[in-house]
């Protein structure tokens, strides 16, 4: 009787280990297709003397989400040449924009993981569960509002998972300490036009707060028509951050912001905010 008790508890405690071991290997299965997509992306970036044409509309836009305006938009309105004239793509983001016009630019942090493309859709929850190519993945992809002015705007706000794998905003954590500031203090990010640097003026942690809430949320604002407007948003960022990164910002500077979640409060956030530098 003793040797069927400890058989079955064997079994049991078999059963068990396996049925542990399941959702593991499925999330590192899903992780390494992960990686292998971004990698396939990325080398697509490479590719060279790629010629601009204009895509055409993603499939899955079929299932009747809404599209933005086709980014093939006059050049003047990114500051290069005569009205009318076609913009001029960075060759290496030609070949994504034809699988995507979506595509909105691509974001790289030296020393972290991030290194991927930024969407911009017309539903503005669909990249938080939606992959490059429009796939269902709990890593979603980064992406910017519709409201985001990425050529024109004072801040526009990068969203993204942080993955437990490291992957999407998962290194962002990274920035929690003084140190990994100093050693990676810029952040690349590209539209499809241009190349551009952001020297990082804020960490903080946040959260997303009630409607009513009378309090700074640094998600809403992506616009400051005045100097009080301004003001507002960049005393609040100074007096939020973790530590001084002694970068400064004057009316008409303009910000990119990475948010993502973090655990200190119910919906709380880890932001990074950064200021647009220019070549002297």
Not at 23 to 29: F, H
Not at 67 to 89: C, F, T, Y
Not at 92 to 109: K, T
Request: charged share 25%; aromatic share 12%; net charge negative.
């Amino acid at each position: 009787m003793e040797n069927k008790i400890r058989k079955a508890v064997r079994a049991l405690l078999l059963a068990g280990f396996i049925a542990c071991l399941i959702p593991i290997g499925r999330a590192c299965c899903q992780s390494a297709q992960h990686r292998a997509q971004q990698n396939s992306l990325k080398a697509m970036t490479a590719k060279t003397n790629v010629e601009y044409c204009i895509p055409k509309v993603s499939a899955f836009h079929e299932i009747g989400l809404s599209v933005l305006a086709d980014r093939s938009v006059p050049e003047a309105e990114h500051g290069g040449a005569q009205s009318g004239e076609k913009p001029e793509m960075l060759e290496r983001y030609a070949a994504l924009h034809e699988e995507n016009r979506e595509l909105a630019g691509w974001l790289s942090i030296e020393g972290t993981g991030i290194d991927y493309p930024v969407m911009q859709s017309g539903d503005d929850e669909y990249y938080l569960h939606h992959d490059f190519y429009g796939e269902e993945s709990k890593y979603g992809s980064l992406y910017v509002r519709g409201q985001a002015d990425l050529d024109g705007g004072t801040n526009f706000v990068i969203y993204g998972h942080n993955m437990k794998d490291g992957s999407m905003f998962g290194d962002l954590d990274l920035y929690l300490e003084e140190s990994f500031y100093k050693e990676h203090p810029t952040v690349s990010f590209d539209t499809l036009y241009e190349e551009r640097t952001y020297d990082i003026i804020a960490v903080f942690r946040s959260q997303v707060y009630d409607e009513k809430e009378d309090v700074f949320k640094y998600y809403q604002f992506y616009e400051a028509e005045t100097q009080e407007e301004f003001d507002s948003f960049y005393s609040n960022i100074k007096a939020l951050s973790l530590y001084d990164t002694g970068v400064e910002a004057a009316f008409g500077d303009t910000f990119l912001t990475l948010s993502t979640c973090a655990y200190h409060v119910p919906d709380g956030r880890l932001v990074v905010v950064a200021k647009r530098v220019f070549a002297t």
